[in-house]
């Protein structure tokens, strides 16, 4: 079986040489926070400095249940702490303190931490602490565990509650190039591609299922529709301008017939006047004439 040799550090291990760092070891697993409140110092350089040498990458989150700290304030303190996770990185909980119901607080912690990033966090405790509880239920949440065990070796692999173990703690003695001093020393059981499996993925892209004959049917019928829609809304707005406009033909003749019944009337009325005028200007006429007859009278023979 393949593995892979990292280191996990902190505050302790100083200024590093992340390049160099990078070519002597396959993976740093670095400390971030502790209970509630605290940032390693060293932690924002660290990750910036392994980042930008592309160094796959971890970080972990120190317990302190003993300070009466909840798991999931811890949780999110260390969530907000690590920020955006890069693909690839992984996540850790430390437990070494002693606490009655660790058991429970390490998983809702771990649960809370999934929650926030989608990321299932390893469980790093050492074998002594396997042994003292049970730890079934954060094995059947599906977390990893990362053990400590001192023994120098890369292969060894204790009985624990995990049916497997993702990475051991082998050593705190290790030297390594780039960093002074001591660091720890870790192997994990897998290569790099598994290792980073481990940490966050990036979302996955939406995958569009094929369209169904009958949908697409269905649009073209729509399309068609509206096209029909559009051509019976043309038509009905000539149809409703035509109306106006014999509307406006039947006002106009309605009120030429107007005036032409009120010129009818006038015209009779004109007519009887004529009339009347002649009358009268007749009988005056005949009324002269009498009266020189009897003042004239016309000898006959």
């Known amino acids: 079986m393949s593995y892979l040799k990292g280191i996990d550090i902190s505050k302790w291990q100083g200024n590093i040489d992340f390049a160099k760092v990078k070519e002597a070891t396959g993976f740093t697993i670095m400390k971030a926070t502790e209970g509630y409140g605290y940032i390693d110092p060293k932690f924002k350089s660290n990750q910036a400095g392994f980042r930008n040498a592309k ?163 269905l649009k073209k019928d729509i399309v068609s529709l509206k096209k029909e829609i559009g051509t019976l809304k043309e038509a009905l707005d000539e149809a409703n301008v035509k109306a106006m406009s014999d509307e406006i033909t039947i006002s106009e003749l309605k009120t030429d017939l107007a005036k032409a019944n009120e010129y009818k009337k006038y015209q009779s009325l004109y007519q009887q006047a004529v009339t009347a005028l002649n009358a009268y200007k007749k009988g005056r006429f005949m009324w002269i004439v009498e009266f020189l007859e009897k003042t004239f009278p016309v000898k006959k023979g």
Request: proline share 6%; charged share 20%.
């Open 55 to 217: 160094m796959p990458l971890g970080y972990y989150h120190f317990a302190r249940p003993d300070l009466g700290n909840t798991a999931t304030k811890e949780a999110d303190w260390f969530v907000k702490t690590v920020g955006t996770l890069e693909v690839g990185e992984v996540l850790a909980l430390d437990y070494e303190v002693n606490y009655g119901n660790c058991v429970n607080w390490c998983k809702a912690f771990l649960d809370r931490v999934q929650a926030k990033t989608g990321v299932k966090p390893l469980l790093y405790i050492n074998l002594a602490t396997n042994n003292k509880y049970n730890w079934s239920n954060v094995v059947k949440g599906n977390y990893g565990l990362w053990l400590a065990i001192w023994d120098g070796s890369l292969s060894k692999k204790p009985a624990t509650d995990w049916p497997f173990i993702a990475i051991k703690q082998y050593g705190a003695s290790t030297k390594i190039n780039g960093i002074s001093g001591n660091v720890d020393g870790d192997v994990f059981f897998g290569g790099i591609k598994t290792f980073k499996k481990y940490g966050y993925q990036a979302p996955a892209a939406p995958v569009t299922p094929p369209e169904a004959p009958e949908v697409t049917k």
